[in-house]
């Protein structure tokens, strides 16, 4: 059972989401936070599989949250799961810098958002596709003289670990690179398990940042 913590100010969409995990056999919300304070004590206290974080709360905001449970410095991280709004790139960029491992768009389809629990809590990560092309443009052109990912470089990666690493830059999922590629699922999770340490990062999002940083994929025309 994967055990998750909803922190979202709203009651609406705090309560949608909690009837929208329970309603799934393998998940189980343990907990409901209304603002930052209380989402960073339930966390701590609860340690759910993933914590499931509005941006904008009171008392603390999701990134300040987030940097306590998931930022580099963090012994034992717990995987954060962000959801934000296409009006909100700046709030974004400080989910990235601050270790999540994924980000939606609120308004995302329910199997979407449960999905991307799973992939989150299994340690896999994900990034809405649909944020991807103007997301990680903008991210690398404000942050370019910050880097924020990783430390190491793309010449110790093999052939087909950079051809991974581009194709998940793309946004695609471990299935669709494998489909790609021609290859078993496992085989692409074998790769990123490989991939991550290599690039000194800690989830498949960060690895995407740090291909757009380090100018491994070419930055994707404004749109």
Not at 121 to 127: E, K, R, S
Not at 140 to 165: A, D, H
Not at 185 to 202: D, F, N, Y
Request: net charge negative.
């Amino acid at each position: 059972m994967i055990r998750v913590l909803i922190a979202d100010d709203q009651p609406l969409v705090r309560a949608g989401l909690t009837a929208l995990v329970n309603l799934e056999s393998d998940l189980e919300v343990v907990g409901e936070a209304t603002n930052g304070i209380q989402a960073l004590a339930m966390a701590r206290e609860l340690r759910p599989d993933v914590a499931c974080l509005d941006i904008r709360m009171p008392g603390q905001d999701g990134i300040t949250v987030a940097r306590a449970l998931c930022g580099p410095d963090v012994e034992d991280p717990i995987p954060v799961l962000v959801l934000t709004t296409f009006d909100l790139d700046d709030y974004v960029f400080g989910a990235l810098e601050a270790g999540v491992s994924g980000f939606l768009l609120k308004d995302a389809e329910p199997d979407v958002i449960t999905m991307a629990i799973r992939q989150v809590a299994a340690g896999n990560g994900t990034i809405d596709q649909t944020l991807t092309r103007r997301i990680m443009r903008e991210f690398v052109q404000r942050r370019s003289l910050q880097p924020v990912s990783g430390s190491g470089s793309f010449n110790v990666l093999t052939g087909r670990e950079r051809e991974i690493l581009l194709l998940l830059a793309q946004g695609m999922s471990n299935e669709a690179i494998a489909r790609e590629l021609v290859v078993e699922t496992s085989t692409v999770k074998s790769h990123l398990a490989r991939i991550l340490p290599k690039l000194g990062v800690q989830s498949r999002l960060q690895a995407v940042v740090w291909a757009y940083q380090n100018r491994f994929v070419d930055l994707p025309d404004a749109q």
